[in-house]
C-alpha cells in the first residue's frame, strides 16, 4: 500500500509519501517543492513525482491521494470567482445586500461591508421570481412560475453567466419549488453551474442559506474545473491512484462531493494541519495541544482539548466575513508567517504583515527579485537560518541580500542597526501571534498553561518557543516533520460527510407525533449518507453514523451542538439532548439555565468511515545528552539578548529516542528548523518529535 498526502501552502506545496509492506516497518518520504499560485496542480504534480523519486516508486504504484487545497479559499479572500446569477422569492432580492443589518465596527464612520462592496452576486443578477412557500408546514400559497424561470435563465444566459444559485423563502421546509427551478434553468443553460439552496444547506435562515448557497455557486466552476484538471493531470503523469479531498471539518472526501459542494473545502488546507497536530499530540501523550501552523503566508492556529477537534458555532463559520454554514474546525488565521513583510507605515510605525512576499518573489534572501524585508530575513540576518541548510541546501538563500533589505526599509529610517531591527521584526510578529493565540485560547475559557504549544510548518519551530513563552504554555513540541505535518494530517482523517436539515421543535414539550416527525428526518439523511457511502465502496461494517441535534433556548439567536443518543429519540432518552445541550452550554458561555425551554433547530447526521491511518516507526533508544555526533558545526546566532552566541547545530536525522539537547542549539532538517533558545532543553521522543521544556 503506498498513499501520498499533498497540502498546498502559499509559499511551499508539501508531501508525504507512506509506503507499507507486509513485515516491514512503514517507510516515510517526505519532501517540498515551490507552490504554482496560477494553477496548484502544477505543484501538486511535480512534488508527488519528486516524493516517488525519492522513494523509488512508480508514481503508478500510488494507491490513494489525499489533497489539502486554498483554491477556494482563495478566491474568496481575491474576490476572483465565477460571474454568478441568483434566482429567489419576489421581494427577497435584497437579502444578500442588507444581511443581518450588522456594522463590522460600530463607532466606525469609515467601516467597510464586504457583502456590500463585494457581492458574491451582483444586484442586477439577482433575480426574482414569483412563488411563495409558507411556515410551518410548508405548504404551497403561491405555485412557481416556470415562465419566470425560464425567461431568468435566458437573460443570466444571455449576460455570460457562469454560475446559478437557487434560493427560495422557506425552502427547507419544501424544496420542491427548488427543484424544479434547478431542472428549468438547466435546460437553458447546460454548461452553467447551478446549485439550489435545499441542495447546499437545508437549514433555517434565510440570510446564512442564501450566502452559503452563493459562495457555493461563486466558488464552484473553478473548484470543480480545477479538481477535473488536477485528475486529469496526474493520468497524464501515470498516477491512477483514487484521490480525496480534505474538508473543512477534518474528514475527506470525494472529489465528485467536492466539485459539487465546494463550501466544504474553505478550510481545507488548515485542517489538515489540525488533524496532523491531534495525531502528533497522540503519540507524544499530549491530549491538551495549541497548534500553529505557520507558513509563508499565514499562521493558523487551534485547540484540540482531551484529544477532541472544536468545531465552529454556526454563527461563527465565516470566510471574508462573509457567513458560510458549513461544518469547520474552530481555526483562526491571521497574516503572519515567513513571507510577511516589514515596512515603516506613514505615520512612522514599525509593523509587520498582514502583506506577504509570497512564493514569488518571496523573502529578499531568496534572491527572486524580493527587495523588501520579511520575517524569514530576520531569522537569516540573525544566523538562526544557515544558508547552506536552507531546505536542506535545496534552495539557495544570500544572507546579505537579507541584511541589506532590513538596513534600507527597517533599520536606516528607524536609527536601528540591523541586528536591533531583525530583532524587532521577530518581536513584532511574535506579539501578533500570541495574540491570536489568547483569542483562540483565553477568550474562549482555555488556560494555556495547561497545554502543549505545537509549532508546525516551515516557520513554526522557529517561534515556537517564543510564543509558549510568552502565552506561558506547559511546554513545546516540534514535530518529526515540521514542515510537513499539515501534509500527514491527509493521511489521518477519516472519511467523512455531514448532512442537514432543519427540525424546529421544542424539546421539553416534544409529543409523540414531533417525535415521530424528528426520526423521519434522522432516517431522511441517514438513508442520504448510506448512498454517498454505499458509492464510495465502504463496507458496512465499517461505516458510523453519528447524530447531533443543534439547539437553543427559545429566543436564543443561534445554536450549540448536542449529542444524541443512538436509536430514536423518544420520551424516554430526549432529556439526554437536552442535558447535553446544557452541558456544550456552560461550556461555551460559562453558565446554562436548566430552567429555560429547549429548542431543537437543526438536526445533523455525520457519516464516516476510518481509514488506515499513518504509522511511524520507533527511534532506536539514545539517552544521549547533547551528542556529538548529532553535532554537524557551531556557528554565532543571535538569540533576544542581541549578542552572537556561538551556537551548535544539530542533525535532526541522528538524534535518537531520549536523547537531550540544551540550548543554545538549532536542530535542523530539510523541512523546517527549531530554535533552542539559551535556558531550555529538548528531548527526543519514541518517534522523533521533540518536546522543549524550560531547564
Known amino acids: 500500500m503506498i498513499?501520498?498526502?499533498?497540502?498546498?501552502?502559499?509559499?511551499?506545496?508539501?508531501?508525504?509519501?507512506?509506503?507499507?509492506?507486509?513485515?516491514?516497518?512503514?517507510?516515510?518520504?517526505?519532501?517540498?517543492?515551490?507552490?504554482?499560485?496560477?494553477?496548484q496542480s502544477q505543484g501538486v504534480v511535480a512534488g508527488v513525482l519528486k516524493v516517488c523519486a525519492?522513494?523509488?516508486?512508480?508514481?503508478?504504484?500510488?494507491?490513494?491521494?489525499?489533497?489539502?487545497?486554498?483554491?477556494?479559499?482563495?478566491?474568496?479572500?481575491?474576490?476572483?470567482?465565477?460571474?454568478?446569477?441568483?434566482?429567489?422569492?419576489?421581494?427577497?432580492?435584497?437579502?444578500?445586500?442588507?444581511?443581518?443589518h450588522k456594522r463590522p465596527h460600530n463607532f466606525s464612520l469609515q467601516f467597510d461591508v464586504p457583502w456590500q462592496s463585494a457581492p458574491l452576486v451582483r444586484r442586477r443578477d439577482r433575480l426574482t421570481i414569483t412563488e411563495r412557500v409558507m411556515p410551518p408546514t410548508g405548504e404551497i400559497t403561491v405555485p412557481l412560475d416556470e415562465d419566470e424561470v425560464r425567461a431568468a435563465a435566458e437573460l443570466l444566459k444571455k449576460r455570460g453567466v457562469e454560475a446559478v444559485a437557487i434560493g427560495f423563502l422557506f425552502s427547507f421546509l419544501n424544496d420542491a419549488h427548488e427543484k424544479r427551478a434547478r431542472e428549468i434553468v438547466a435546460e437553458v443553460m447546460p454548461d452553467a453551474y447551478i446549485c439550489a439552496s435545499s441542495d447546499v444547506v437545508n437549514v433555517i435562515r434565510e440570510y446564512e442559506?442564501?450566502?452559503?448557497?452563493?459562495?457555493?455557486?461563486?466558488?464552484?466552476?473553478?473548484?470543480?474545473?480545477?479538481?477535473?484538471?488536477?485528475?486529469?493531470?496526474?493520468?497524464?503523469?501515470?498516477?491512477?491512484?483514487?484521490?480525496?479531498?480534505?474538508?473543512?471539518?477534518?474528514?475527506?472526501?470525494?472529489?465528485?462531493?467536492?466539485?459539487?459542494?465546494?463550501?466544504?473545502?474553505?478550510?481545507?488546507?488548515?485542517?489538515?494541519?489540525?488533524?496532523?497536530?491531534?495525531?502528533?499530540?497522540?503519540?507524544?501523550?499530549?491530549?491538551?495541544?495549541?497548534t500553529i501552523d505557520i507558513g509563508g503566508t499565514s499562521a493558523d492556529i487551534s485547540v484540540i482539548q482531551n484529544g477532541?477537534?472544536?468545531?465552529?458555532?454556526?454563527?461563527?463559520?465565516?470566510?471574508?466575513?462573509?457567513?458560510?454554514?458549513?461544518?469547520m474546525i474552530d481555526i483562526d488565521a491571521i497574516g503572519a508567517g515567513g513571507g510577511s513583510i516589514a515596512y515603516?507605515?506613514?505615520?512612522?510605525?514599525?509593523?509587520?504583515?498582514?502583506?506577504?512576499?509570497?512564493?514569488?518573489?518571496?523573502?529578499?534572501?531568496?534572491?527572486?527579485?524580493?527587495?523588501?524585508?520579511?520575517?524569514?530575513?530576520a531569522q537569516v540576518a540573525l544566523g538562526r537560518l544557515d544558508p547552506d541548510?536552507?531546505?536542506?541546501?535545496?534552495?539557495?538563500?544570500?544572507?546579505?541580500?537579507?541584511?541589506?533589505?532590513?538596513?534600507?526599509?527597517?533599520?536606516?529610517?528607524?536609527?536601528?542597526?540591523?541586528?536591533d531591527a531583525a530583532l524587532g521584526i521577530l518581536k513584532i510578529i511574535n506579539n501578533n501571534m500570541a495574540l491570536a493565540i489568547n483569542a483562540n485560547s483565553v477568550a474562549k475559557g482555555i488556560d494555556p498553561r495547561g497545554f502543549s504549544l505545537m509549532g508546525f510548518g516551515g516557520a513554526g519551530p522557529l517561534h515556537v518557543v517564543a510564543l509558549g513563552e510568552m502565552i506561558q504554555a506547559r511546554d513545546m513540541i516540534s514535530p518529526l516533520q515540521p514542515g510537513i505535518t499539515a501534509a500527514t494530517g491527509l493521511?489521518?482523517?477519516?472519511?467523512?460527510y455531514e448532512y442537514t436539515q432543519s427540525v424546529l421543535a421544542t424539546l421539553d414539550d416534544a409529543g409523540d407525533e414531533t417525535l415521530a416527525s424528528i426520526n423521519a428526518i434522522a432516517d431522511a439523511l441517514t438513508a442520504e449518507a448510506t448512498a454517498q457511502l454505499d458509492a464510495d465502496g465502504i463496507a458496512p461494517e465499517r461505516r458510523q453514523f453519528t447524530r447531533v441535534m443543534e439547539c437553543r433556548y427559545v429566543g436564543q439567536g443561534f445554536e450549540l451542538r448536542a449529542a444524541m443518543p443512538e436509536g430514536a429519540l423518544t420520551q424516554t432518552n430526549k432529556q439526554a439532548v437536552i442535558d447535553a445541550f446544557f452541558d456544550v452550554h456552560k461550556e461555551t458561555y460559562g453558565h446554562a439555565f436548566r430552567d429555560q425551554v429547549t429548542e431543537g433547530v437543526t438536526l445533523r447526521v455525520i457519516a464516516s468511515a476510518a481509514v488506515e491511518t499513518l504509522r511511524l516507526k520507533t527511534l532506536e533508544t539514545g539517552g544521549r545528552a547533547n551528542p556529538e555526533a548529532a553535532v554537524l558545526y557551531t556557528a554565532d546566532t543571535v538569540f533576544d539578548d542581541g549578542v552572537p552566541t556561538p551556537t551548535p547545530?544539530?542533525?535532526?536525522?541522528?538524534?535518537?529516542?531520549?536523547?537531550?539537547?540544551?540550548?543554545?542549539?538549532?536542530?535542523?532538517?530539510?523541512?523546517?528548523?527549531?530554535?533552542?533558545?539559551?535556558?531550555?532543553?529538548?528531548?527526543?521522543?519514541?518517534?522523533?518529535?521533540i518536546r522543549i521544556a524550560r531547564a
Request: charged fraction near 20%; aromatic fraction near 4%.
Open 308 to 327: 477532541e477537534l472544536r468545531i465552529k458555532n454556526p454563527r461563527d463559520t465565516t470566510v471574508a466575513e462573509l457567513p458560510v454554514l458549513a461544518p
Open 491 to 496: 493521511l489521518v482523517g477519516d472519511l467523512k
Open 209 to 290: 442559506r442564501f450566502s452559503s448557497t452563493a459562495m457555493n455557486a461563486y466558488i464552484g466552476p473553478r473548484t470543480a474545473l480545477y479538481l477535473r484538471r488536477l485528475e486529469s493531470r496526474l493520468k497524464e503523469n501515470g498516477i491512477e491512484a483514487i484521490v480525496r479531498i480534505m474538508q473543512s471539518n477534518g474528514g475527506i472526501s470525494t472529489i465528485e462531493n467536492s466539485a459539487a459542494r465546494p463550501i466544504g473545502l474553505l478550510l481545507s488546507g488548515p485542517a489538515g494541519g489540525v488533524m496532523g497536530g491531534r495525531w502528533t499530540g497522540e503519540h507524544c501523550g499530549s491530549a491538551d495541544v495549541i
Open 344 to 377: 515603516v507605515d506613514a505615520g512612522g510605525a514599525f509593523r509587520v504583515g498582514p502583506r506577504s512576499a509570497g512564493a514569488a518573489p518571496g523573502p529578499a534572501c531568496y534572491g527572486r527579485g524580493g527587495a523588501e524585508p520579511t520575517v524569514t530575513d
Open 54 to 100: 525519492m522513494a523509488g516508486v512508480e508514481p503508478g504504484a500510488i494507491d490513494m491521494l489525499f489533497h489539502g487545497t486554498t483554491v477556494a479559499t482563495n478566491m474568496v479572500i481575491e474576490r476572483d470567482g465565477a460571474h454568478v446569477g441568483m434566482l429567489t422569492t419576489k421581494g427577497f432580492r435584497d437579502i444578500l445586500h442588507i444581511a443581518r
Open 649 to 689: 547545530r544539530y542533525d535532526r536525522e541522528k538524534l535518537l529516542a531520549e536523547d537531550t539537547v540544551a540550548g543554545p542549539a538549532i536542530i535542523t532538517q530539510h523541512n523546517s528548523t527549531t530554535i533552542l533558545p539559551p535556558g531550555y532543553v529538548a528531548t527526543v521522543l519514541s518517534h522523533g518529535d
Open 3 to 39: 498513499r501520498v498526502g499533498v497540502d498546498v501552502g502559499g509559499t511551499f506545496t508539501d508531501i508525504v509519501l507512506e509506503r507499507r509492506e507486509a513485515g516491514a516497518d512503514p517507510e516515510v518520504v517526505v519532501t517540498k517543492v515551490p507552490s504554482t499560485p496560477q494553477d
Open 389 to 419: 541548510r536552507f531546505l536542506g541546501g535545496d534552495l539557495s538563500i544570500d544572507r546579505s541580500l537579507a541584511e541589506e533589505a532590513i538596513r534600507t526599509h527597517i533599520a536606516e529610517p528607524l536609527g536601528l542597526s540591523v541586528t
